[in-house]
DNA sequence: GCAATTTCCGAACACTGTGTTCGGTATCGT
DNA sequence: ACGATACCGAACACAGTGTTCGGAAATTGC
């Protein structure tokens, strides 16, 4: 008793749809006609199967998150002693999508598309720390502020210098992640010096 | 020749109705409607001033600013060796506004909501930090980074230790923008041996 | 105060998009 | 082949958007 393959085709067709609309316009102006334009499916079908198109991001998104708990396990049956940077990879895996990277940066839709990106990311991230140390910081907080600091460093990339290799923007992104800022890089939001 | 009285009253009476409405709706459903209702203000009169709920919404965050840069730039008591503390400040000031935090944590309203006080942020905080230096990290991602750290922190509080005290939350928030994170922490997504 | 100007009101309108219903048709699983 | 299931698509009610326009009301400048 499997799934029955008009279902899985029918889904399929929308969450594909859905993804090259998002590569080709801003997410928060996608209507569901044009999801149905796109995917050759009929409006009370897409009703049969999502509530919104909302419920169908998230939805699709499920894709990714399997993605990357396949890129990050994939890290375990590999050299594991020397290491292994998920980030890194992941970096490198989006380099090559700009537009991806441009509807994640996009205006309206874009923070709710991040949103969902990061609830997925999330979502990974909890799972692979398992129960493990946090180093004294709550654990969610680490995990946000992983998630978040990711989401900063790949929008600043894309949006100031986008030339830039994924090694070295990983590089930033562990500087910021690991070490935190310099001295007095944020002199003026934390300790303030200001000469008023 | 000043500006209307008219126009002062009608667009003030937007600006409150906005805020009312976010601090007991989610910003996403909140209508143009809901807001005339609100302001008791004619359907016309409103687009005559504003050509959409989003651009109530962005003028509204125009006093936010003023008032973030009052607060930053308030800093006659305290301003010792030690400095003054815009974030901790910050952090005091918005704990006393439970529905505030709701709204910038709330599903999709949320995180549109929380782009556009990002923005406002980012604004300040750039103004403030003037030509200072970065200690070799890009201006911008700098910026964007003490932003996002910020409000991961007060998300996290929200949603997981709303009893905290603000400066323990500030605190946590300084450990993770000038130390990072401590070794092992991030295990998982990071790589443990650092090539740096 | 008074007049000229500006703004506000509110109803009407066209338009877009949402979400549901239902009978007929096509496709699937066995 | 047959029964069950899913799909189609048109029609519908509904909610919200953004515009237009004439008359009423408030404001400013004098």
Redesign the interface.
């Known amino acids: 008793m499997g799934i029955d393959r008009r279902v899985a085709r029918t889904r399929t067709a929308l969450y594909d749809a859905l993804v090259a609309l998002i590569r080709r316009k801003d997410y928060a102006t996608i209507t569901v006609e044009d999801i149905l334009a796109e995917a050759n499916v009929g409006r009370s079908t897409f009703y049969a199967h999502f509530t919104s198109k909302?419920d169908l991001l998230q939805r699709s998104l499920e894709r990714l998150r399997d993605l990357l708990i396949e890129v990050?396990q994939g890290s375990g049956h590999g050299a594991d002693a020397?290491?292994?940077?998920?980030?890194?990879t992941l970096f490198e895996h989006v380099s090559e999508y700009a537009d991806v990277q441009a509807a994640l940066a996009g205006g309206?839709g874009?923070?709710?598309l991040?949103?969902a990106v990061d609830k997925v990311l999330a979502d990974v991230?909890r799972q692979?720390?398992?129960t493990?140390?946090?180093?004294?910081?709550?654990r969610?907080?680490?995990i946000?502020?992983?998630v978040?600091?990711f989401?900063?460093?790949l929008?600043?990339w894309f949006?100031?210098?986008p030339e830039m290799a994924p090694a070295e923007v990983d590089?930033?992104f562990?500087?910021?992640?690991?070490?935190?800022?310099?001295?007095?890089?944020?002199?003026?939001?934390?300790?303030?010096?200001?000469p008023?």
């Open positions: 909302d990050q020397t290491g292994w940077d998920p980030a890194r309206h874009g923070a709710v991040r949103e991230l692979a720390m398992g493990g140390l946090v180093g004294g910081l709550p969610e907080l680490v946000q502020h992983v978040a600091t989401n900063t460093t929008h600043w949006e100031h210098r590089a930033l562990r500087q910021l992640l690991l070490r935190g800022l310099p001295a007095g890089a944020a002199a003026p939001f934390i300790v303030m010096a200001d008023a």
